[in-house]
């Protein structure tokens, strides 16, 4: 079985690429502070190599990533998408201390006006679709990124159950 995200334009975190709250545990407890999410909105989903609705997921999140990590077109939209791998060991802390125990599970980055450098982390509990994702980043953003964005351009593939 060909691993995920393999070869994918998805940031790929660990932790790193995270600040942690000693004293508290969960999303609130966690910032990003991964170079790439200075002042911008994203999602990171967390999953594991062996999990199958991961794999369903697999092509719809590598689309996305195409298109706002690499695409200069829609670079200027200050959003990304990351993954998580809650398998690998150097992202052990951060997994521990999001409380991860099932997966795919998927995370709201949100950027901090006050300091690009910092992002909240936040359940994204919303619906897997582009405009379910792109309006939730839009109502959060500090600076209204994506509020204008025409989802309609995109076209990913679809998202299997």
Same mark, same amino acid.
């Given at each position: 079985?060909e691993p995920l995200?393999?070869?994918?334009?998805?940031?790929?975190?660990?932790?790193?690429?995270?600040?942690?709250?000693p004293n508290g545990?969960?999303?609130?407890?966690?910032?990003?502070?991964?170079?790439?999410?200075?002042?911008?909105?994203?999602?990171?989903?967390?999953?594991? !190599?062996?999990?199958?609705?991961?794999?369903?997921?697999? *092509?719809?999140? @590598?689309?996305? +990533?195409? #298109?706002?990590? /690499?695409?200069?077109?829609? !670079?200027?939209?200050?959003?990304?998408?990351?993954?998580? *791998?809650?398998? @690998?060991?150097? +992202?052990? #802390?951060?997994? /521990?201390?999001?409380?991860?125990?099932?997966?795919?599970?998927?995370?709201?980055?949100?950027?901090?006006?006050?300091?690009?450098?910092?992002?909240?982390?936040?359940?994204?509990?919303?619906?897997?679709?582009?405009?379910?994702?792109?309006?939730?980043?839009?109502?959060?953003?500090?600076?209204?990124?994506?509020?204008?964005?025409?989802?309609?351009r995109l076209r990913?593939?679809?998202?299997?159950?």
């Amino acid at each position: 079985m060909e691993p995920l995200f393999q070869n994918s334009h998805v940031i790929k975190l660990k932790d790193r690429d995270f600040v942690m709250d000693p004293n508290g545990t969960g999303p609130g407890s966690v910032k990003l502070r991964n170079k790439d999410f200075v002042g911008k909105d994203g999602y990171i989903m967390a999953f594991w !190599q062996s999990c199958p609705h991961c794999r369903t997921k697999e *092509d719809f999140w @590598d689309y996305l +990533a195409t #298109q706002f990590n /690499r695409n200069p077109q829609y !670079q200027r939209e200050n959003f990304l998408i990351a993954i998580l *791998d809650i398998e @690998d060991p150097e +992202a052990q #802390q951060v997994v /521990r201390q999001l409380e991860i125990t099932g997966v795919p599970r998927f995370f709201h980055v949100i950027s901090d006006p006050n300091n690009p450098r910092l992002a909240k982390i936040v359940d994204y509990q919303g619906d897997l679709s582009i405009e379910g994702l792109l309006g939730a980043v839009c109502n959060h953003s500090a600076k209204g990124n994506l509020c204008g964005f025409d989802s309609k351009r995109l076209r990913p593939p679809a998202i299997g159950h």
